[in-house]
């Protein structure tokens, strides 16, 4: 790794820059041979036009009368070489689409990943702001027989796209309009425009968009934002929720305000908090009865709030159907509240994603009692954020917490990764993890769970004891050609810049694969358990190495 060391401070620079640079122009997308694994083996690859990518949603769609299996992949805004750290002189990051021959500021791309071995790049839908786009979150459900898209656009606005036909997205609800050409025109439409937000820099957009969760059963729609008149009307800041009814994505409906109770107009701070924790992001078991309700160990009819990201988090767990009921004043922030889970101030909760009812097998005995053998747990995933593990940020891990008595959450055990396994500290990037699979159903659920674990890869933790969580496979992506510096102050200098893999995010199938993408711009890798670890999932492929 030596050698691609950039010491700001050091006649190195020139060298190191030189050697990047030129390594950077021969990527390859046939496999990574200097990957380390266990568990895991790649299978497919995609380099996803070496763009900075967040969020993979896999949908499962029916295309010219044939089942399909396609991610949807937000990306980050296009920033400059080592998000703006470089030095001066690195080489831009590529915004190129080889599939229209033009540069494009970075929004969605669309994989057919049906045959994983050749992923099928279908389409790239720019965000045109005019300073690198982005458009973090994505999801997709099917109403009314056809295919939805709903995404963040920048910092600003949500848009609905149709994508039934996956390799040719329309506007529904937009803040721009394809024109045509190739180009966009900003869509002033109130019957069209985007639902809410409006276009960066204009009268109505947004001051914050993340990571949302629609229901596909319901049409229900937990969307993370801020107005931009919030301040003014006494929000404390911070995102919060906006809920809507996008059964009808043509016509959206709002229905409710949430947040954690402190941070909207006329409230008090929560106990020991100066500062409103503000929402990441939330995950919907949907309604009784629902689709989510005939799968075993799910606990219906609860949304999972996680507010704080990376420090001074609190899980929440709601009633759902509190949460939507009309005769409950929207300017009440309690009823709903089933219970909530303060962690320490110097971890957040970016993720928490309920793996429902377990038998504990260590609680059963032979003696007939089985008072307490069945409990509940939620995986709650607090972000690193720091390069090389920067002494001014503590440890972020994984908790496993019981919340068998919602109104009494308790931690019960946590699952990390030793630095030291791998000299993560000295590869460069973040290190720890960062967010967990949110898939429900065969053939992980309640027996593997995933965490992308930034230069650490991939993560699958056997959580068939919460209580004794384990590392039971992994994948590290090599850098490759594409993949982004990162930089920070390293034993003693200032500002060192190396390339580094930060595997940000990571969603599965019910074939059993599992789809990792890369916030340095290394692209999607696409992997299968092995060995132990497909054992424990029940997939072929136990007996390979």
């Keep these: 790794m030596a050698r691609f060391l950039v010491r700001c401070a050091s006649i190195a620079i020139v060298t190191a820059l030189l050697v990047v640079g030129a390594w950077r122009a021969d990527a390859r997308d046939d496999g990574d041979r200097d990957a380390q694994s266990k568990n895991m083996k790649l299978v497919g690859f995609s380099d996803l036009q070496a763009r900075s990518t967040y969020q993979p949603t896999l949908h499962k769609q029916v295309v010219n009368g044939q089942v399909r299996y396609v991610i949807y992949a937000g ?49 790239h839908l720019p965000v045109p702001t005019g300073a690198g786009g982005g458009a973090q979150m994505v999801r997709v459900c099917n109403r009314n027989g056809r295919e939805y898209m709903l995404r963040s656009y920048a910092n600003a606005a949500h848009e609905i796209w ?81 809920i809507y009814d996008l059964s009808n994505p043509a016509s959206p409906k709002f229905i409710r305000d949430w947040a954690m109770d402190g941070q909207q107009p006329g409230s008090k701070l929560q106990p020991h908090f100066t500062t409103a924790p503000s929402i990441h992001g939330p995950i919907s078991t949907g309604p009784a009865g629902g689709p989510l309700s005939a799968i075993p160990g799910v606990v219906a009819n609860r949304v999972y709030f996680a507010y704080g990201t990376s420090s001074t988090g609190i899980m929440q767990i709601v009633d759902r159907s509190k949460l939507l009921d009309t ?23 970016h993720t928490s994603f309920p793996i429902g009812q377990l038998t504990v097998q260590d609680f059963v005995t032979d003696t007939g009692n089985d008072v307490g053998t069945v409990r509940e747990f939620v995986v709650l995933v607090s972000e690193a954020t720091a390069n090389f593990c920067d002494s001014n940020q503590v440890r972020h891990l994984t908790f496993l917490v019981d919340i068998s008595d919602p109104g009494r959450p308790q931690s019960v055990s946590t699952f990390q990764v030793p630095a030291a396994s791998g000299a993560f500290c000295d590869r460069g990037g973040r290190f720890g993890p960062h967010a967990s699979n949110e898939e429900f ?105």
């Excluded at 109505?204 to 229900?220: F, P, R, S, V």
């Excluded at 937990?222 to 931009?228: A, C, H, P, Q, T």
């Design 75 to 123: 990306h980050h805004a296009l920033a400059g070489p080592g998000e703006g750290q470089a030095p001066a002189g690195t080489p831009a990051l590529s915004s190129f689409n080889p599939l229209t021959g033009r540069n494009e500021e970075n929004g969605t791309s669309i994989i057919d990943v049906t045959d994983v071995r050749r992923p099928r790049y279908l389409f």
């Design 441 to 545: 159903g065969p053939p992980f659920y309640q027996k593997l769970t995933f965490v992308s674990y930034f230069n650490g890869g991939v993560r699958a933790i056997d959580v068939r004891d919460p209580y004794n969580p384990k590392d039971a496979a992994f994948f590290i992506p090599a850098v490759n050609a594409n993949t982004d510096l990162r930089c920070g102050p390293f034993k003693g200098t200032p500002n060192v810049c190396v390339p580094a893999v930060q595997t940000n995010n990571v969603a599965t199938d019910d074939r059993g694969f599992v789809f990792i993408v890369d916030r340095a711009n290394s692209g999607m890798h696409i992997l299968r358990l092995t060995g132990e670890a497909a054992r424990i999932a029940g997939l072929r492929g136990g007996d390979d190495d």
């Design 327 to 349: 005769s409950i004043p929207t300017t009440d922030f309690t009823t709903a509240e089933l219970g909530h889970v303060v962690m320490n101030p110097d971890n957040g909760a």
């Design 162 to 242: 149709d994508v039934t036909n996956p390799s040719s997205p329309q506007p529904v609800h937009t803040v721009n309009r394809p024109d045509g050409s190739g180009g966009f025109v900003l869509n002033t439409d109130p019957a069209t425009g985007p639902f809410i937000g409006a276009q960066v820099g204009t009268a109505g957009a947004l001051a914050g968009t993340h990571k949302n969760w629609w229901e596909c059963d319901t049409g229900i729609a937990y969307i993370v934002g801020r107005r931009g008149t919030d301040t003014a009307a006494g929000w404390r800041a911070g995102n919060h929720i906006m």
